[in-house]
């Protein structure tokens, strides 16, 4: 198994992930948090969607999905590239409020069909590429898509265990 082998499979796995962490729940138990300022279940998986889509759109140069139709509209937010939870205040938290469990699997379904058609034609020189210099060392394709996926999981995890608290 090479590199985009293993990428590709670990990516294939966060969609029952987000799946599962918002099954069957309703717009109002998106808003649920455990204490006034935390993170909720929605705001989370919007979160590792805005960033996986914001971080493959630059990674590959191309346009995120957010951008494009109503996604924005669809929690609340303006279509605004650099609205993806980084910096978040808790009242930016409790801001992003999903229309529907639908609207987050829709959304991530999107993001993570433009990852795997990058990930499909990736190469080892791609992933070898720099593309990030603000860090030293600095931050090549493959490192980047591994930052992704960590975010992506842990938040995944920390939504499953908020539904759990429900």
Request: hydrophobic share 40%.
């Amino acid at each position: 198994m090479d590199a985009k082998d293993i990428l590709i499979d670990a990516y294939g796995r966060l969609p029952e992930l987000v799946a599962d962490a918002v099954r069957d729940l309703t717009p109002e138990q998106l808003l649920w948090a455990p204490k006034p300022g935390a993170n909720t279940i929605g705001w989370l998986v919007w979160h590792l969607a805005r960033v996986q889509d914001a971080q493959i759109a630059g990674i590959t140069g191309g346009e995120q999905v957010y951008l494009t139709g109503d996604w924005a509209g669809r929690f609340g937010r303006k279509p605004d590239p650099a609205d993806h939870g980084y910096g978040h205040s808790p009242a930016d938290v409790a801001a992003v409020v999903p229309e529907s469990r639908e609207a987050l699997i829709e959304y991530y379904h999107a993001v993570h069909a433009k990852t795997l058609e990058y990930l499909a034609g990736i190469t080892e020189d791609e992933l070898d590429r720099v593309v990030d210099r603000n860090w030293d060392p600095p931050v090549t394709a493959g490192v980047r898509l591994v930052s992704i996926y960590d975010d992506d999981a842990q938040h995944a995890a920390q939504a499953a265990y908020l539904r759990g608290l429900l």
